[in-house]
């Protein structure tokens, strides 16, 4: 194994320039301090191929490349648990042979925008103010695992072209990616965002926010997630959740409840915003393109009960959006009441319970019809005045001839009589006892067959 990991160094050494052998200049021991000055001389004499080593120094002064007249360096820089207590710098330059500044700490604002990385390693790294990537290039790895971003974290129109992994990341003040672009795998499980995140507008492939958490808004609005986003296990406290244009070939999640009450919807202008929460939705058809994506992905997972929450809650939203919408029109008041009695009678065929406690109801109801004197007739009773039982018995007798009826089971040995229904004294004529018998049976019959599909969809599978 040795020479065979050699060897592939060697092979790969004559493709990349960075990994040939070349000489190592040290700028100074760990602890020392190096003036900005003298960084940007050592920069300026480094030779293509070069490592300029700045382990551990501290770094006092202003560094500015660009004023320095520095727009490209091919030496490789090495910057572990570097300090840098003055600001730093470094808009368009050209950092051909990459960086390793693992552990590194810049006290003030750091300014890297535009600039091109050849490679990039920031693991735990620490940024106490504005840390500005923005328009920047990454080529190859870009590491920023453990790092932490007190001050915002500007990576809008960032282009990065290989691996980007932010994995256990913490952004204190914000994270800004609307425009970028990636092209390979990113990483941002286990991430920290205690401010607003905005992925805008952003282009990625292989994105996963498995086990992130997000204190405030996450906006993905026209983000265009073109292979997979993972969000399993991730958290979102009290965060809103922003979409509107997303188009995505798998959005994965594990849990709808983490996510259904967050959801928002905006479309161009940030202040015009659907909120899933209120069911204030005015773009019906993008809700529902978004919420058939999410249905598609727990199903694949063979997260079935997920896939019906997350149905149940898109038709409760089209309820809501038919009913704000009622005028006039006969069309309108079809939608209306078509959703309401779906709704109640299964639950839109995903909430057999809804059929469950419908069926009682009616049965109920219709057995305080049935106890009224002289409703029902057991079988073989003489004809004339029916004979007068306890209370309680008669109660037994209405609810007996009430399931029977609803179940279609008919053992004959009771029967509704042509008697008229009566609200205390009144009798009303167009009412018979008979009639609520046969009422009574075909709903049952009609809400036994939706309990067994909607059983079916749900249960069983």
Not at 83 to 109: E, K, L, W, Y
Not at 207 to 219: G, N, S
Not at 244 to 255: C, E, K, N, P, V
């Amino acid at each position: 194994m040795p020479r065979l990991t050699c060897l592939i160094l060697l092979g790969l050494s004559t493709l990349h320039p960075t990994l040939a052998p070349a000489s190592n200049i040290t700028l100074g021991a760990p602890g020392d301090t190096l003036t900005a000055a003298a960084l940007m001389t050592a920069l300026q004499k480094a030779a293509p191929g070069d490592t300029l080593v700045a382990d551990s120094l501290v770094v006092t002064g202003p560094l500015d490349l660009p004023r320095a007249g520095i727009d490209r360096i091919d030496a490789v820089l090495q910057l572990n648990g570097t300090r840098f207590i003055d600001s730093v710098r470094a808009d368009g330059v050209d950092f051909a042979g990459g960086i390793h500044g693992r552990g590194a700490r810049f006290h003030t604002a750091l300014s890297c925008r535009g600039a091109r990385f050849n490679g990039l390693n920031y693991e735990g790294a620490r940024f106490d103010q504005k840390a500005d990537f923005s328009e920047a290039a990454f080529d190859g790895f870009t590491l920023f695992n453990r790092s932490r971003f007190d001050g915002p974290a500007d990576f809008a129109v960032a282009f990065f072209n290989g691996i980007a992994s932010f994995d256990s990341t913490r952004f204190a003040a914000g994270a800004l990616f609307a425009n970028a672009t990636f092209k390979g795998w990113a990483n941002f499980a286990n991430a920290h965002f205690h401010g607003p995140a905005s992925w805008r507008y952003s282009s990625s492939g292989w994105v996963t926010f498995a086990k992130a958490r997000f204190d405030q808004t996450l906006d993905l609005s026209s983000a265009s997630l073109e292979k997979r986003g993972d969000f399993r296990a991730a958290r979102f406290d009290s965060a809103q959740v922003l979409l509107g244009g997303i188009l995505s070939a798998q959005f994965l999640l594990d849990d709808w409840d983490q996510i259904r009450n967050r959801l928002f919807f905006i479309e161009g202008d940030w202040a015009q915003q659907d909120t899933l929460a209120t069911n204030q939705i005015t773009n019906l058809r993008q809700v529902a393109t978004v919420y058939s994506l999410l249905q598609s992905q727990f199903r694949d997972q063979g997260l079935y009960e997920e896939e019906n929450n997350c149905y149940y809650d898109l038709k409760q939203i089209e309820r809501a959006y038919y009913y704000r919408r009622l005028d006039w029109h006969p069309a309108s008041w079809w939608q209306a009441v078509k959703y309401t009695v779906l709704w109640a009678t299964c639950g839109y065929g995903v909430r057999p319970q809804h059929t469950i406690w419908l069926g009682l109801a009616l049965v109920l109801a219709c057995a305080l019809c049935y106890y009224q004197l002289g409703a029902i007739q057991e079988r073989g009773d003489q004809a004339g005045p029916p004979p007068r039982r306890p209370r309680w018995q008669r109660w037994r007798d209405a609810l007996y001839f009430s399931l029977n009826t609803f179940t279609t089971v008919g053992y004959g040995d009771w029967y509704p009589t042509d008697d008229h229904l009566r609200l205390g004294r009144r009798r009303l004529p167009f009412i018979h006892f008979r009639t609520i018998a046969m009422i009574e049976g075909l709903v049952g019959w009609i809400l036994i067959t939706l309990f067994i599909i909607s059983l079916g969809k749900t249960w069983i599978r």
